[in-house]
C-alpha cells in the first residue's frame, strides 16, 4: 500500500532551524516532482517547494533562501531543511506528488515561537 510518512517537525524559537523528512514506498518516488506542503491554522493547505527526479527545485517566495528542498531516490526519502524559522512557518507540514497524487500522510507540526 503507498504510504508517506514525515517526521522532524518540533517547537523552535524564531531563527532557529529543523529538517523534515519524508518517507514513501519505492513507487512514489518514481513520481516525477515531489513536493513540501503546509497549513496553517484556519488557512489552506499550500506549496512550498517541490523537487524533480533530477534535482531541478523551486521554492514558493515566502520560504526562498531560507528552505531548501532534496531528494534521495535510491532512499525513498525527501527532505526540507528549514532555516532561519519564523512565526508565520508555524504549520503542519506534508509531502506528496506535486502533480501526482498519493494518499496524504499525518504530517508533522512546525511550530515557530517567537
Known amino acids: 500500500q503507498v504510504q508517506l510518512v514525515e517526521s522532524g517537525g518540533g517547537l523552535v524559537q524564531a531563527g532557529g532551524s529543523l529538517r523534515l523528512s519524508c518517507a514513501g514506498s519505492g513507487s512514489i518516488f518514481s513520481i516525477n516532482v515531489m513536493a513540501w506542503y503546509r497549513q496553517a491554522p484556519g488557512k489552506q493547505r499550500e506549496w512550498v517547494a517541490w523537487i524533480t527526479t533530477g534535482g531541478m527545485t523551486k521554492y514558493t517566495d515566502p520560504v526562498k533562501g531560507r528552505f531548501t528542498i532534496s531528494r534521495d531516490n535510491a532512499k525513498s526519502t525527501m527532505y526540507l531543511q528549514m532555516n532561519s524559522l519564523k512565526p508565520e512557518d508555524t504549520a503542519v507540514y506534508y509531502c506528496?506528488?506535486?502533480?501526482?497524487?498519493?494518499?496524504w500522510g499525518q504530517g508533522t507540526q512546525v511550530t515557530v515561537s517567537s
Open positions: 506528496n506528488g506535486l502533480y501526482t497524487k498519493v494518499p
